[in-house]
C-alpha cells in the first residue's frame, strides 16, 4: 500500500528556513515523480515543484531560488528545503507521487496528510 | 494565478446532475495534454477522480464523469449526493510554466 507522511512544519520567522520531509513506504520514490504541493489557508492548490525519477526537477516562479526538492534514495525519503521563507509561503504542504496510466501519468496520484508551515513574526 | 479557470463554485439538489468547466489555453490544455480531476474534501487532502480525462481510479463511483474538447476540460456529477460537496480542482501539464504542472483556480460544489 502506498504511504506518504509528511513532517517538519510548524512556526518560522520571515526570512528563516525549514526543511520538509516525507516518508514514503509501499514504493520507491526514486522510480517515481514525486511533487510538492501547497494550499494557503483558504486558497486553492499551488504546485510547488516536482522531481523526476531521473532527476529533473522543475519549480513555480514563487518559489524558485529559494526552495529546492531532493530525495535521500536508501532512506526513500522526499524533501523540500525551503530558504528565505516569507508570509505568503504559509500553506499546509503536501507530498504527491504520480498515478500512472497507460497513456501518460496523473501527477497527484497519491497523497500525504500535509503538514502545516506559518511564516509569521 | 493559474492559467486554468474554474467556475468558483457550482450547486445543486441532491440527485441533480452538475458541471464544472476547466479552461485552458493552446500551452496546457490545447495543446493535448490530459486533464486529471481532485476532490477535496473539507480539512482532508486531495483525492485523485478522474485521470487521463476521462478514467476513473478504482472506487470511485462512476457519477462522476470527465471529457475534454479544444482548449477546455468539464466533471460532471450526475445523481448528485450530500457526500459530494467538496472542493473540486482539475490540473494539467503547461510547458510555458516553470513547474510544469498547473491546478485549476477550483470549485465549491455545495448540495442544496
Known amino acids: 500500500e502506498v504511504q506518504l507522511v509528511e513532517s517538519g512544519g510548524g512556526l518560522v520567522q520571515p526570512g528563516g528556513s525549514l526543511r520538509l520531509s516525507c516518508a514514503a513506504s509501499?514504493?520507491?520514490?526514486?522510480?517515481?515523480?514525486m511533487s510538492w504541493v501547497r494550499q494557503a489557508p483558504g486558497k486553492g492548490l499551488e504546485w510547488v515543484s516536482i522531481?523526476?525519477?531521473?532527476?529533473?526537477?522543475y519549480y513555480a516562479d514563487s518559489v524558485k531560488g529559494r526552495f529546492t526538492i531532493s530525495r535521500d534514495n536508501p532512506k526513500n525519503m522526499l524533501y523540500l528545503q525551503m530558504n528565505s521563507l516569507r508570509a505568503e509561503d504559509t500553506a499546509v504542504y503536501y507530498c504527491a507521487r504520480e498515478f500512472p496510466y497507460n497513456s501518460g501519468w496523473a501527477p497527484g496520484g497519491y497523497w500525504g496528510q500535509g503538514t502545516l508551515v506559518t511564516v509569521s513574526s | 494565478q493559474s492559467v486554468l479557470t474554474q467556475p468558483p463554485s457550482v450547486s445543486g439538489a441532491p440527485g441533480q446532475r452538475v458541471t464544472i468547466s476547466c479552461t485552458g489555453s493552446?500551452?496546457?490544455?490545447?495543446?493535448?495534454?490530459?486533464v486529471h480531476w481532485y476532490q477535496q474534501l473539507p480539512g482532508t487532502a486531495p483525492k485523485l477522480l478522474i485521470y487521463g480525462n476521462s478514467n476513473r481510479p478504482s472506487g470511485v463511483p462512476d457519477r462522476f464523469s470527465g471529457s475534454k474538447s479544444g482548449t477546455s476540460a468539464s466533471l460532471a456529477i450526475t445523481g448528485l449526493q450530500a457526500e459530494d460537496e467538496a472542493d473540486y480542482y482539475c490540473q494539467s501539464y503547461d510547458s510555458s510554466l516553470s513547474a510544469r504542472c498547473v491546478f485549476g483556480t477550483g470549485t465549491k460544489v455545495t448540495v442544496l
Open positions: 493552446s500551452s496546457n490544455i490545447g495543446a493535448g495534454y490530459d
Open positions: 509501499g514504493f520507491t520514490v526514486s522510480s517515481n515523480y
Open positions: 522531481i523526476y525519477s531521473g532527476g529533473n526537477t
